[in-house]
């Protein structure tokens, strides 16, 4: 059915070649084996193609160590290889990082290099206060103002900056650099409120974030919609973020969340910068379980939003 309607379909993996599993293990395992990088790989080609598949999209997001670098990038190298040899169609996409030259980061993958060796990057640019915030702190010219900083999770000058840096990197945005955005919110709890704000961190100093927990974007809307326990809502223009306020028992929550309206102004960026496309994590994020508890409004408005972004590059 999915070819039918032009869409393809991938195996996604966030393991790195181990020599006792085929399947690979968490990272870094074996990556600097070349009998485990063929092991792995070998798998990855055998179950792609056994299963009808179209590639691969490889996830791996830890446990890489700076030594261990351009092993990463060689065992990429081989799965392409191997890929190519099997299904010269087949697609090998990989997970990244919004900002490619983060120190934090960077010194664990080459991306200049896996860029050039897969067909595109999907630069995750969400839960970006968690991951960057020694740079997420540069917005913010004094301590007690980045405390009380939104923690919003895919704000407007940190795509921006993103963009800016493969382009530094001379990453061809074009054919190689898809935007992932989210369609799901954090919400956090106001333990420690500074008059009619919620502070952003509750250790500054180590940059410790307020409790939090993911939240899909269709129980924030029914959270919006219930209407009785919401006590503020409304949208930080400069970041491109809703946010919305509420009690329960007593206890104050801050949700911090994109929804068409913010992811609009996003995929226009991305459209402006003629990015190769635009994804996100998860589609599911917008649909309950039973059909009938649907928002269909909003879901039609969040379909609607990709408009502004043109599919013919």
């Known amino acids: 059915m999915a070819h039918e309607n032009n869409v393809r379909v991938v195996l996604a993996s966030g393991r790195c070649p181990s020599l006792t599993n085929p399947e690979g293990e968490a990272c870094p395992a074996d990556v600097n084996s070349t009998e485990a990088v063929e092991i792995w790989s070998d798998y990855l080609v055998n179950r792609t193609n056994a299963e009808g598949l179209d590639g ?3 996830d791996i ?5 700076p030594e ?3 092993d990463l990038t060689a065992a990429v190298m081989t799965l392409r290889r191997k890929m190519l040899e099997r299904n010269p169609l087949s697609q090998l996409s990989m997970d990244s990082f919004c900002l490619p030259t983060d120190p934090t980061r960077s010194k ?3 991306w200049v290099e896996l860029t050039d060796i897969v067909d595109f990057i999907f630069a995750m640019c969400y839960d970006m206060p968690f991951m960057v915030q020694n740079i997420y702190s540069e917005f913010y010219e004094t301590a007690w103002e980045f405390s009380e900083a939104p923690l919003v999770q895919a704000a407007f000058p940190m795509l921006r900056r993103g963009i800016d840096q493969h382009i530094e990197l001379s990453i061809n945005i074009t054919s190689k650099v898809v935007l992932g955005l989210p369609w799901y919110g954090y919400e956090f709890d106001c333990t420690q ?3 009619s704000q919620c502070i952003m961190y509750e250790d500054w100093v180590n940059q410790k974030p307020r409790p ?3 939240i899909d974007l269709k129980d924030i809307l029914d959270i919006s919609r219930g209407g009785g326990d919401v006590t503020d809502e409304g949208e ?3 970041n491109a973020a809703k946010f919305l306020e509420y009690n329960v028992e007593g206890l104050r ?8 309206e913010t992811l609009a102004r996003k995929y226009k960026l991305a459209e402006d910068f003629n990015m190769k496309g635009v994804g996100w994590w998860t589609v599911d994020a917008i649909y309950h379980d039973d059909p009938a508890d649907d928002d269909v409004e909003n879901i039609q408005a969040m379909w609607d939003a990709l408009e502004v972004f043109s599919l013919v590059k």
């Not at 929550?253 to 068409?260: C, L, M, P, V």
Request: aromatic share 12%.
């Open 56 to 58: 691969v999209n490889l």
């Open 61 to 65: 997001e830890g446990g890489i160590l």
């Open 68 to 70: 261990h670098r351009d």
């Open 108 to 110: 664990f993958y080459d």
């Open 193 to 195: 409120p500074h008059g």
């Open 212 to 214: 939090s927990r993911e």
């Open 236 to 238: 930080d223009e400069e």
């Open 253 to 260: 929550h801050e949700i911090w969340y994109d929804d068409a």
